[in-house]
């Protein structure tokens, strides 16, 4: 049973959807603001295994509340919006959110892409896991250990993170386009937004290159994709 923090003022809402999903297996702590969600996270220290999380809410608004939830720990986030609006989509996604679902919410839709991104969330089995160390300069990726380390300090990257580089590490040198990986990374077919494929490589980058700016690690192959190469 998976345990969601599902964080929306409105309560007429917020008791349909955490009824609905507890009816599917999960189960749902409700908080009306993100000051409550982040007091329940780090103060009186609830376990969750992902936030549900409203945009448009009182006080400190879902941006605000994603990032500071990203800056401490990385709890998968999925963003609950009436607003699909591509710049408010991706402040989102660039804030550390996992996914976004837009309003009217169906709850089997939510369960679907809850299960989705705990589902890639879960580390593979060692014994599925390539073995060996993998140098790119001063970058180490260790699959068996799920560890990132640049100049022998660990990079702290969040689930999906971690699973795009992993994507991009077995294919080193290859070209993987934004269809593949949020196939391979997202588990989303041909209905995914490349959105969410673009900020995640630009999270990535920043932790993972010295100047994000200028990759030299993670390059964009025009109209293609991306692809990890050696430095």
């Known amino acids: 049973m998976s345990q969601l923090l599902l964080v929306e003022d409105d309560a007429v809402l917020a008791e349909v959807l955490s009824r609905a999903l507890r009816e599917l297996g999960h189960s749902v702590t409700v908080t009306g603001s993100g000051e409550e969600a982040l007091e329940s996270l780090y103060e009186n220290g609830i376990a969750v295994d992902l936030v549900l999380l409203d945009v448009m809410l009182p006080g400190i608004d879902g941006f605000e509340v994603c990032r500071r939830i990203r800056a401490r720990d990385p709890i998968p986030v999925i963003l609950l919006t009436a607003r699909g609006d591509p710049i408010d989509v991706v402040a989102g996604l660039e804030g550390g959110a996992d996914d976004y679902v837009v309003k009217p919410i169906q709850p089997r839709i939510l369960d679907a892409r809850v299960k989705t991104v705990l589902r890639r969330s879960t580390p593979a089995p060692p014994s599925e896991l390539p073995p060996p160390v993998l140098s ?72 993972i290159e010295a100047d994000p700016a200028n990759p030299v690690l993670l390059r964009t192959v025009r109209g293609l994709g991306y692809r990890l190469v050696k430095p």
């Open 136 to 207: 790119l300069g001063d970058l180490d990726i260790d699959r068996r250990a799920s560890l990132v380390t640049r100049q022998g300090a660990e990079v702290h990257l969040t689930p999906t993170e971690l699973r795009l580089l992993f994507e991009f590490a077995d294919h080193l040198g290859q070209v993987l386009s934004r269809r593949t990986l949020l196939q391979r990374v997202w588990d989303y077919g041909y209905s995914g937004d490349a959105r969410l494929v673009d900020a995640a490589v630009a999270r990535l980058r920043a932790k």
